[in-house]
């Protein structure tokens, strides 16, 4: 069973600029598409963006685009989401999540039952 374990989370300021990491157990980190998912207090779970297995691809949730990157680092089994001009709508609990199958082909927005494993996420608020 892989673990997966965030980081960086914290309280920051509108505007301010946070990255979150994922560290990823076992050897098979580089076989899966990686996502990151948030839930605010009382909403459900909101997809924010995937990677594929190399990289090269990346999808985003349509308002988030050009304020969140995802990247991966498969030899250290890491991915990360940098966050720039953070707003108080971003407060939310961050979660790394590694994709329900080895090999899939990224094909766009991922909903939360496409993940097979979860962290235990991060918390993440922005102050106005």
Do not use: H
């Not at 374990?5 to 076989?31: N, P, Y």
């Not at 349509?62 to 089994?77: M, V, Y």
């Amino acid at each position: 069973q892989v673990q997966l374990v965030e980081s960086g989370g914290g309280l920051v300021q509108a505007g301010d600029s946070l990255r979150l990491s994922c560290v990823a157990s076992g050897r098979t980190f580089g076989s899966y598409i990686m996502g990151w998912i948030r839930q605010a207090p009382g909403k459900e779970r909101e997809f924010v963006a995937a990677i594929s297995q190399s990289g090269l691809n990346t999808y985003y949730a349509e308002p988030l685009k050009g304020r969140f990157t995802i990247s991966r680092d498969n030899a250290k089994n890491m991915v990360y989401l940098q966050m720039n001009s953070l707003k108080p709508e971003d407060t939310a609990v961050y979660y790394c999540a590694r994709d329900l199958l080895p090999g899939r082909i990224l094909r766009g927005a991922m909903r939360g039952t496409d993940f097979g494993s979860w962290g235990q996420g991060t918390q993440v608020t922005v102050s106005s």
